[in-house]
C-alpha cells in the first residue's frame, strides 16, 4: 500500500498535471476548438443577413445536436430494459474508507456519519477531513462519538461497531486540499469521497464494494444521486426540476460508460482506487471542479503509461444530497460547475481528437469541445426567438414554433421512455407518469434557461481567473430529511 507524505503529493501533481506541465496541441485539437466557435459565428450572423428561417439558424443548430446526443443516449441505454441474471464472479475484499471533507457542517455531520455507521456493508473506515471548520462541528463529533479534539494536523480516532472513525483537523484550505491531506493518512484499497450533505442509502458501500472486487481495471466510479431541496414550496419546484435533470444526467453517464469514455464522477459520491489517485497527485486545488479534473488525468496517465483503467456509474450505487433550492443557490451551483468544467476543458485541450485517448479523445472531448457552447446557443436562440416576435415576424415565427414543437415531442418521447429504464437500472420505483410529463413539458421555457444562465456565469467565472466556489445554504439535510 503506498503512503505518501502530503508534500510528495503535490511534487506527484506537479508533473502529471497539464495545468502545471502543458503539453503540446495537436493540430486536430486546435482545428476542433477554433472550428466550434466559427460555427457559433457563422450560425449567429444569419440573424442579421436572413429573412426565413434562417435567421433562427443558431436555434436549428442547438436543436440537432441535442437530439443527437438523446438518440446517441438511447442507443446506449437500450440494454437497462433487458435484465442480466450472469453474476460476475468477485475477486478478494477490497478494503473502503470514507472521506468526508467537511467545513461547518455541524447541522448535518452527524446524519451523514450515521448513514454511513448504519450501511448494510459499512465502510472500515470514515476519515473526517474538517477544513477549519469554525462551527460547532467539534462540539458534535464529541458528543456523538466521544472523539477527542485533536490538533491542527492531528488525528483522533474512535470506533462505531464495525467502523474506525477519525477527526483530521485542519487549517483552512479548500476542499481538495482537505481530500489531499486525507488521502495518504488512511489504509484502504477502495477511498470513498461523501459530502457532508449526501446520504448514502444503505447498499451503497456494499455495491461500490462488489464493483471494485469484480472488475481490477476499475479506478473510479459515481454512485447514483437524487437531489433533495427541503420542504418549502420554491424548494419542491427545484427539487421537482432537478430530479428529472439527474435522471437524464446519470443516464447519460451511462451511455457514455459504454463507450468507455466517462468522464463525470459526482465527488459528492465517489469511489476510487487509491493507489491510482496517489499516483496521478491527487485533486487539484486550482480547479473549481476537483473530481471532473481527476478523471481526465487518470485516464490521461493510463494511456501515457499503458494501462487498461476504467470509470463506471453504478447503478446499485445510491444516494441522495442536498441540491440548491432556489434562483441564486442553483446559478452560483451552476457557475462553479460550469466555470471548472471550462477549467478542465483548456488544460486538457491536447487531448481532443487525440486518437491515442481512444474514444474519450475521437468522440466525448470532441462532443465537450461543443458542450462549451451549448448554453450559449441556447439563450442567444431564445433572444432571437423574443425579437422575431417582438418585432412582429409572424411568418418566420411559425415554422419556429414547429421545429420546436417537434422536438419537445422528441424529448418527451424520450423522456417518458427513458424512465423506465433508469427504475429498471437502480431498482427504484418508476416515475409518476403525470409529472414528468409536465416537467419535460414546461422545462424547456423556464429551468432549461435558468440552466444556461449559470453556465454563462461561469463562462464570466473563467475568463475572469477568479476562484468562486461560494457556499450554499443546507436546506434538506438538516431539515429533517435523513434515514
Same mark, same amino acid.
Given at each position: =500500500? ?19 506541465? #502543458? ?52 442507443? +446506449?441505454?437500450? #440494454?437497462?430494459?433487458? &435484465? ?9 475484499? @477490497?478494503?473502503? $474508507?470514507?472521506?468526508? $471533507? ?28 474538517? /477544513? ?62 461523501? /459530502?457532508? /450533505? ?32 427541503? #420542504?418549502? @414550496? ?23 460508460? &459504454? ?104 468522440? =466525448? *472531448?470532441?462532443? +465537450? ?13 431564445? $433572444?432571437? *426567438? ?15 414554433? *414547429?421545429? =420546436? ?13 427513458? *424512465? ?35 453556465? $454563462? ?27
Amino acid at each position: =500500500m503506498n503512503v505518501l507524505r502530503p508534500i510528495e503529493l503535490s511534487e506527484v501533481l506537479a508533473i502529471q498535471s497539464p495545468r502545471l506541465m #502543458p503539453r503540446s496541441i495537436p493540430l486536430v485539437s486546435r482545428i476542433i476548438g477554433g472550428g466550434s466557435v466559427l460555427l457559433f459565428v457563422a450560425l449567429v450572423a444569419q440573424a442579421f443577413v436572413r429573412q426565413s428561417l434562417a435567421i433562427w439558424s443558431v436555434g436549428i443548430a442547438y436543436i440537432l445536436y441535442d437530439t443527437a446526443l438523446l438518440a446517441f443516449t438511447a442507443w +446506449k441505454i437500450w #440494454p437497462l430494459g433487458r &435484465r442480466s441474471t450472469s453474476v460476475r464472479a468477485g475477486g478478494p475484499r @477490497p478494503s473502503i $474508507a470514507v472521506i468526508i $471533507a467537511a467545513r461547518n457542517e455541524a447541522a448535518v455531520i452527524g446524519t451523514t456519519l450515521a448513514a454511513l455507521v448504519a450501511q448494510n456493508d459499512p465502510p472500515d473506515q470514515i476519515m473526517i477531513a474538517d /477544513d477549519g471548520s469554525t462551527d460547532d462541528i467539534a462540539e458534535a463529533l464529541v458528543r456523538l462519538y466521544r472523539l477527542a479534539v485533536p490538533p491542527i494536523g492531528g488525528i483522533s480516532r474512535a470506533t462505531a461497531g464495525r467502523t474506525e472513525i477519525g477527526w483530521l483537523r485542519l487549517a483552512h484550505g479548500g476542499k481538495a486540499r482537505a481530500l489531499n491531506a486525507a488521502m495518504p493518512r488512511i489504509d484502504s484499497d477502495i477511498v470513498v469521497t461523501v /459530502d457532508a /450533505d449526501t446520504l448514502l442509502d444503505p447498499g451503497a458501500i456494499a455495491a461500490m464494494r462488489q464493483a471494485f472486487a469484480v472488475e481490477p481495471e476499475l479506478v473510479a466510479a459515481t454512485g447514483v444521486l437524487k437531489p433533495i431541496c427541503g #420542504p418549502q @414550496p420554491v424548494a419542491r419546484i427545484f427539487e421537482w426540476f432537478q430530479n428529472y435533470e439527474y435522471i437524464r444526467n446519470f443516464l447519460s453517464r451511462y451511455a457514455w460508460m &459504454r463507450l468507455d469514455s466517462l468522464l463525470l464522477i459526482s465527488g459528492a459520491f465517489a469511489a476510487f482506487r487509491r493507489d491510482a489517485v496517489l499516483e496521478v497527485g491527487g485533486f487539484d486545488p486550482a480547479c473549481l471542479v476537483e473530481d471532473y479534473e481527476l478523471i481526465h488525468r487518470l485516464y490521461r496517465h493510463a494511456a501515457d503509461s499503458g494501462q487498461d483503467w476504467r470509470v463506471r456509474v453504478i447503478g446499485g450505487a445510491l444516494a441522495r444530497t442536498d441540491a440548491p433550492a432556489g434562483p441564486l443557490a442553483f446559478l452560483r451551483q451552476r457557475r462553479r460547475w460550469f466555470g471548472g468544467f471550462l477549467q478542465t476543458q483548456h488544460w486538457n485541450r491536447d487531448m481532443v481528437g487525440n486518437r491515442r485517448y481512444g474514444h474519450l479523445g475521437t468522440v =466525448m *472531448l470532441p462532443v +465537450k469541445a461543443l458542450d462549451r457552447l451549448q448554453p450559449i446557443y441556447g439563450l442567444v436562440a431564445f $433572444a432571437i *426567438l423574443i425579437y422575431v416576435l417582438v418585432h412582429g415576424h409572424f411568418g418566420i415565427v411559425l415554422p419556429i414554433l *414547429l421545429v =420546436m414543437l417537434a422536438k419537445i415531442a422528441i424529448d418527451l418521447t424520450f423522456h417518458v421512455w427513458s *424512465l423506465r429504464r433508469y427504475a429498471d437500472w437502480t431498482g427504484q420505483p418508476r416515475q409518476k407518469f403525470v409529472p414528468a410529463v409536465l416537467a419535460a413539458l414546461i422545462e424547456p421555457f423556464s429551468f432549461q434557461l435558468l440552466r444556461h444562465l449559470g453556465a $454563462a456565469w461561469g463562462w464570466v467565472t473563467f475568463l475572469s481567473g477568479r476562484q468562486a466556489w461560494g457556499r450554499s445554504a443546507r436546506t434538506a439535510v438538516n431539515g429533517g430529511v435523513g434515514p
